[in-house]
């Protein structure tokens, strides 16, 4: 009788954090539905909303600067973070495990500290705000999660088949290309993705490096809140979610949390 207790209430708990954490969130969805501009009640079904998105210029002009600083930081991130997670696997040298320890300082400080330091830093070596301050901010934050996703999928790869391939007569790169990298591919995806919606939904980072009129689309609605808030944010941030988690759901797919797909 008390595990059964223990166990509904264990179910009723996460159902309680589950509701708390999506409840907003559907609430938000559903009023980018509405046709009332105040959220007025009943409820009546209409797009008009997400049609108004489409013709708001500084909504789409934000959104592609979002889209094209996220598969720049993508890319960068991604080769970077797969060349670290396989020379942090084969080779062993001095620092390696103060270094595999400072990876993951990064993913747990604050946001706003690290936009305060990079913002410093930048004006300091002279590069300023800007879209370069802003791609090189987001690369540096999405940086870790490639390592680590990548890390976790090369966990399970056996080293005797790179060693089979050289005994074979296979360069290094060939080991790489054939044997190392098709293996690792899942975890090279999720992390990927990973990086990507770090950048396409980092607000405070981007907030501290943008130039004035020249914001990604976390900053605009932002902005858009403090000036007033209107239904259109609702359908963008709408859109924003289920792209964000869309990525996460990919990226948990592939990855498999390190293990065999």
Do not use: C
């Not at 166990?7 to 509405?34: D, E, K, Q, T, W």
């Not at 889209?67 to 620092?95: C, D, M, Q």
């Not at 020249?214 to 941030?237: C, H, M, Q």
């Amino acid at each position: 009788m008390s595990n059964r207790f223990l166990n509904g209430l264990g179910r009723f708990y996460l159902g309680l954090v589950l509701f708390f954490l999506y409840a907003p969130i559907l609430v938000m969805a559903a009023m980018s539905l509405n046709a009332s501009e105040f959220y007025q009640l009943p409820f009546t079904f209409s797009t008009e909303w997400y049609s108004r998105l489409w013709s708001n210029d500084e909504i789409l002009t934000a959104a592609w600067r979002s889209v094209w600083i996220a598969i720049v930081v993508t890319a960068i991130a991604t080769s970077l973070g797969t060349a670290a997670a396989i020379a942090l696997f084969r080779y062993e040298f001095p620092g390696k495990k103060i270094l595999q320890v400072l990876l993951f300082p990064p993913i747990a400080i604050p946001w706003l500290i690290t936009g305060t330091a990079m913002l410093i830093f930048f004006f300091g070596v002279g590069i300023g705000r800007g879209s370069p301050a802003v791609v090189v901010g987001h690369v540096a934050l999405a940086l870790p999660y490639v390592i680590v996703v990548v890390t976790a999928r090369l966990a399970t790869f056996d080293r005797a088949l790179e060693e089979a391939a050289r005994s074979l007569g296979a360069s290094p790169w060939r080991v790489t290309r054939s044997v190392t990298l098709p293996w690792i591919a899942p975890g090279i995806i999720a992390g990927g993705l990973l990086a990507f919606a770090v950048s396409f939904d980092q607000f405070v980072v981007s907030y501290f490096l943008s130039e004035p009129g020249d914001s990604t689309l976390p900053v605009l609605i932002y902005t858009a809140i403090r000036k007033g808030f209107t239904p259109e944010i609702n359908a963008i941030s709408t859109i924003i979610i289920v792209i964000s988690m869309g990525m996460m759901i990919l990226a948990a797919r592939f990855s498999n949390f390190g293990g065999e797909r």
